[in-house]
């Protein structure tokens, strides 16, 4: 039985050094220039970068393991991806050292190890390289997800959240949270700047009452006006936080707020692996519960979706019960 060392030392290894591409990004391309509203080509940059990265180290590391990605390199092919694939080449290499340096044709062949299809049996790898684009370009949250999956469980989740501050009570102190969670092994929280591993777990709270949800700056992402109405249900006066991306499991997995719903808002949309996996074993390891809205686990065996799930509910274990009724009153389930 594997305690996943090697694997959980690689990962942190690999979320490091992409998130730190990530943040170059943004001092080179997002806050140096003026950017259009519609102008998405740094996270486009940065995404690319972050997951050459990350299957890079994953390759020399463990070869033989597949990797479900989000991006593929068709749009830095050819004379058409000239400019994003020198943008990529250049900034990607800004961050590695003069032996880790990639050729063109490697950064290209890396992004693609990122096709896998996922399924039920075996091992392979879920990168989310850029979760929260929006709050990546306005300066706020965004997260560098990795998670090991092995027969359909997730195994091993870093998550490393470049903007969060290490302190939520010092909003302004030192920003650059790493998150890490090994299945059985308990949930751990350090900085950027620092090794040192100190233990996460959900505030000390025993009703809802005493609760916070944490929500999506987008209200596209999860339904709003029903979050309103279910913390009526449960008795919840306090201001929700809100952010985006997996920083929200972060969140909730070290005390900051302490439910995060991700409520459908459409009958058709159907949540991917990478958005979740990392956040699943995080949230579970720090003494939460992740389910859908019908109160089942998420399944990540099915493929590179959980198309067998609807919305995520994720909270203390011991008020999940009371959090998953109060959803399903809401919704009329």
Same mark, same amino acid.
């Given at each position: 039985?594997? *305690?996943?060392?090697?694997?959980?030392?690689?990962?942190?290894?690999?979320?490091?050094?992409?998130?730190?591409?990530?943040?170059?990004?943004?001092? $080179?391309?997002?806050?140096?220039?003026?950017?259009?509203?519609?102008?998405?080509?740094?996270?486009?940059?940065?995404?690319?970068?972050?997951?050459?990265?990350?299957?890079?180290?994953?390759?020399?590391?463990?070869?033989?393991?597949?990797?479900? #990605?989000?991006?593929?390199?068709?749009?830095? %092919?050819?004379?058409? #991806?000239?400019? !994003?694939?020198?943008?990529?080449? +250049?900034?990607?290499?800004?961050?590695?050292?003069?032996?880790?340096?990639?050729?063109?044709?490697?950064?290209?062949?890396?992004?693609?190890?990122?096709?896998?299809?996922? #399924?039920?049996?075996?091992? $392979?790898?879920?990168?989310?390289?850029?979760?929260?684009?929006?709050?990546?370009? @306005?300066?706020?949250?965004?997260?560098?997800?990795?998670?090991?999956?092995? *027969?359909?469980?997730?195994?091993?989740?870093?998550? #490393?959240?470049?903007?969060?501050?290490?302190? /939520?009570?010092?909003?302004?102190?030192?920003?650059?949270?790493?998150?890490?969670?090994?299945?059985?092994?308990?949930?751990?929280?350090?900085?950027?700047?620092?090794?040192?591993?100190?233990?996460?777990?959900?505030?000390? &709270?025993? =009703?809802?009452?005493? =609760?916070?949800?944490?929500? =999506?700056?987008?209200?596209? $992402?999860?339904? $709003?006006?029903?979050?309103?109405? &279910?913390?009526?249900?449960?008795?919840?006066?306090?201001?929700?936080?809100?952010? *985006?991306?997996?920083?929200?499991?972060?969140?909730?997995?070290?005390?900051?707020?302490?439910?995060?719903? @991700?409520?459908?808002?459409?009958?058709?949309?159907?949540?991917?692996?990478?958005?979740?996996? +990392?956040?699943?074993?995080?949230?579970?390891?720090?003494?939460?519960?992740?389910? *859908?809205?019908?109160? %089942?686990? !998420?399944?990540?065996?099915?493929?590179?979706?959980?198309?067998?799930?609807?919305?995520?509910?994720? +909270?203390?274990?011991?008020? /999940?019960?009371?959090?998953?009724?109060?959803?399903?009153?809401?919704?009329?389930?």
């Amino acid at each position: 039985m594997s *305690d996943y060392s090697k694997e959980r030392s690689l990962a942190i290894d690999a979320v490091l050094t992409a998130s730190k591409v990530c943040q170059s990004v943004f001092q $080179h391309l997002v806050a140096n220039e003026t950017l259009t509203k519609n102008d998405k080509s740094p996270v486009t940059v940065a995404d690319f970068s972050a997951q050459a990265i990350v299957n890079t180290w994953l390759e020399k590391e463990f070869p033989s393991d597949p990797i479900v #990605g989000e991006e593929d390199s068709k749009d830095l %092919q050819g004379d058409a #991806g000239k400019v !994003l694939r020198e943008k990529v080449f +250049s900034l990607t290499n800004g961050v590695l050292s003069e032996d880790q340096k990639l050729t063109e044709e490697q950064i290209l062949q890396a992004i693609d190890r990122g096709n896998y299809v996922g #399924g039920p049996k075996g091992r $392979h790898w879920a990168l989310d390289p850029i979760d929260g684009t929006k709050g990546f370009l @306005r300066g706020g949250q965004y997260a560098v997800c990795l998670a090991l999956i092995v *027969d359909g469980i997730v195994q091993v989740g870093v998550v #490393g959240c470049p903007n969060l501050p290490i302190d /939520h009570k010092q909003p302004e102190g030192e920003k650059g949270s790493l998150f890490i969670a090994v299945r059985g092994q308990g949930a751990f929280q350090r900085p950027f700047s620092s090794a040192t591993e100190t233990p996460i777990h959900f505030a000390d &709270i025993s =009703s809802t009452e005493e =609760s916070t949800f944490c929500e =999506s700056v987008e209200a596209g $992402h999860s339904s $709003h006006g029903d979050a309103f109405e &279910i913390a009526k249900e449960l008795g919840i006066t306090r201001e929700s936080v809100r952010m *985006d991306s997996q920083a929200k499991y972060c969140s909730i997995a070290r005390g900051d707020a302490d439910i995060y719903l @991700r409520l459908p808002t459409s009958k058709t949309y159907v949540e991917k692996i990478w958005d979740h996996a +990392s956040g699943n074993v995080l949230v579970t390891e720090a003494g939460g519960k992740v389910t *859908d809205i019908h109160g %089942q686990p !998420l399944d990540f065996s099915i493929g590179r979706t959980l198309e067998k799930n609807k919305g995520v509910i994720a +909270s203390k274990a011991t008020i /999940h019960d009371r959090v998953l009724a109060a959803v399903q009153k809401v919704l009329k389930i």
